[in-house]
């Protein structure tokens, strides 16, 4: 057996939002059967205040909440699994003092971490290419709503004269 201690901390908004789904993501390790949770405990949302975020006036103020689980599992393998299925922050190994590895479960845990480090930089590698496209599209809608801007200046300029040289005309 191997037990861990593993801290799960997410930030958003609102406080109250984020405990509740945090006290849920952490909760599925109760629901898993070869995880026995020994303890589970949540703390209280505190603001976050970075570089002014919230320090301009109508913006939502940012919270950070974390989540202690105290948790035994089979071996090594499935304590690393559990880790990348919840993302914590910090585990700790409390048990055994001493771990040790077949080449297999070495190997396995290997290819494991290579894969997902593999997806996680695919997605953003995505997610940088469609953010360029999105900067570029911001860029051309910019420059078109420039356009009609000052067409509607020229036609409000032509309306203004037309209207000058008639009242000129009257007189």
């Given amino acids: ?55 301009k006036k109508g913006e939502e103020k940012m919270f950070t909440c974390f989540a202690e689980a105290d948790f035994e599992c089979d071996s090594f393998a499935r304590l690393s699994e559990t880790m990348f299925d919840f993302m914590p922050s910090s585990v700790e190994v409390i048990e055994p003092a001493k771990v040790t590895l077949t080449m297999t479960e070495a190997t396995d845990l290997l290819n494991n971490i290579s894969g997902r480090m593999h997806r996680y930089d695919e997605i953003a590698k995505i997610a940088g290419v469609r953010l360029k496209q999105m900067a570029e599209r911001e860029k051309e809608l910019t420059v078109k709503l420039e356009e009609k801007d000052s067409e509607k200046k020229v036609r409000k300029k032509v309306a203004k004269k037309k209207t000058t040289k008639k009242k000129v005309k009257k007189k």
């Fill in 1 to 55: 057996m191997v037990r861990a201690i593993m801290i799960v901390e997410v930030a958003g908004r609102p406080a109250k939002h984020l405990k509740v789904a945090l006290g849920e993501h952490i909760g599925v390790l109760n629901k898993v059967n070869d995880i026995t949770v020994h303890s589970i405990q949540l703390s209280e949302p505190k603001e976050i205040v970075v570089g002014g975020i919230n320090e």
